[in-house]
């Protein structure tokens, strides 16, 4: 199998598919062929170090986004991309996939054109699909969708399943008590955890330490503040009085604790990015979103989703300054609001997500590998 593509919100669901795919194999009953696979992505992606870090393997190709970049990188974009197409069929010609999984993002786009002809199954994070994804659609036998309401956008409606996010094993399992011993958190206090994803948010990180003594008063903070402002927080919070100081939690990153966080975590402030549609759910994890303005509005559709479902609140990202300790507070008081709002996040939880997508590019694959013969 190949999987190409995974940059930004696909890749972690593109890991948590692969995972359940080991799963599947291991659960089987009598003979299992072995599922080797192969990651492909962009030269310098975000996702290389995830990909590594799962033990995959991973090679890359050339390609560049073509949707929304100015007029003088459109022509050395669009090369790229048939570079990409080229590079690409000389990978099928080696690898010899079965069946081709994507995950979203420009990259996947040449591996699809190459392999128009190897069955594949396209997985769509997000509510609303950029152009690269309605792109990919045009050639996956089957898409699968975090929910219903992605399903207006394509043309394919019997293609698609709504499966839900997928999230990884290790993220489920923890129990509120546990993952607050794990994190160094009080039993006696309610946790705020505040994201802005593995880069960090600025624009986040910036109204939270300006109100984290009055936030601190108010809850215990888990803070994952990315790796760019890491340095500026660390020397920031080292004046902050003991008694506070004891109250903030603050990592650059979580990897294997990550679900420790959501599971202690009692109201979430984050962006609206893909993984906030299965990570929120699965622990029933109430939110404050403050959708990223500056690109595409698929955070800004995500958020809304979830406000639709009276599971999260919105912020728009230039009155965070002046809404953020009001909104935290009146939350963390009214218990029977933030029940319900949590109540309202469980009921979109999609827990077998992986494994459903996982089954669908078995099948796909084994029809393949029957074809051949």
């Given at each position: ?8 919100g ?6 948590a ?15 299992q ?144 008590q ?13 946790v705020?955890?505040?994201?802005g ?47 506070l ?19 202690a ?8 990015g893909?993984?906030?549609l ?5 622990y ?25 479902h ?26 029977a ?14 827990p ?14 084994e ?7």
């Open positions: 199998m190949i999987c190409a593509g995974g940059t930004g696909g890749v972690n669901p593109a890991l598919v692969l995972e359940a795919l080991e799963q599947e194999k291991a659960a089987s009953q009598g003979p062929p072995l599922i080797e696979t192969l990651w492909v992505g962009a030269k310098g992606g975000m996702e290389t170090g995830l990909v590594e870090r799962a033990g995959i393997p991973f090679t890359s190709i050339p390609a560049s986004g073509i949707h929304g970049v100015g007029w003088k990188a459109l022509p050395g974009n669009t090369i790229r991309l048939v570079h990409g197409a080229f590079s690409s069929r000389q990978i099928l010609a080696q690898f010899k996939p079965d069946v081709l999984f994507f995950t979203g993002g420009y990259v996947a786009v040449p591996m699809a054109v190459a392999g128009w002809r190897v069955p594949s199954l396209l997985y769509v994070p997000d509510i609303e699909p950029g152009l690269a994804l309605k792109t990919l659609a045009r050639f996956a036998d089957r898409i699968a969708v975090t929910a219903g309401d992605s399903a207006r956008f394509f043309k394919q409606p019997e293609r698609i399943s709504v499966t839900g996010y997928p999230t990884r094993a290790g993220l489920a399992g923890w129990e509120r546990t993952a607050r011993k794990a994190l160094g958190l009080s039993d006696e206090a309610p705020l955890l505040i994201t994803g593995s880069k960090g948010a600025r624009t986040i990180n910036t109204p939270v330490l300006t109100h984290l003594p009055e936030l601190l008063a108010l809850t215990q903070v888990v803070h994952i503040t990315g790796e760019l402002d890491w340095a500026d927080i660390q020397a920031k919070t080292t004046a902050l009085p003991a008694e100081a004891g109250r903030y939690h603050a990592f650059p990153y979580l990897h294997e604790q990550m679900g420790a966080a959501l599971a975590a009692d109201l979430a402030l984050s962006r609206a893909a993984s906030t299965g990570e929120y759910p699965l029933g994890l109430p939110a404050i979103l403050v959708p990223y303005p500056f690109a595409w509005r698929y955070q800004i559709v995500n958020a809304g989703y979830l406000v639709q009276a599971a999260a609140l919105i912020i728009e990202n230039e009155y965070l300054p002046g809404q953020l300790l009001p909104t935290v507070s009146d939350l963390l008081k009214d218990a609001k933030l029940n319900a709002m949590r109540a309202a996040m469980q009921s979109l939880s999609h077998n997500a992986a494994r459903e997508i996982a089954e669908q590019v078995l099948a796909l694959a029809k393949r590998s029957s074809d051949r013969g």
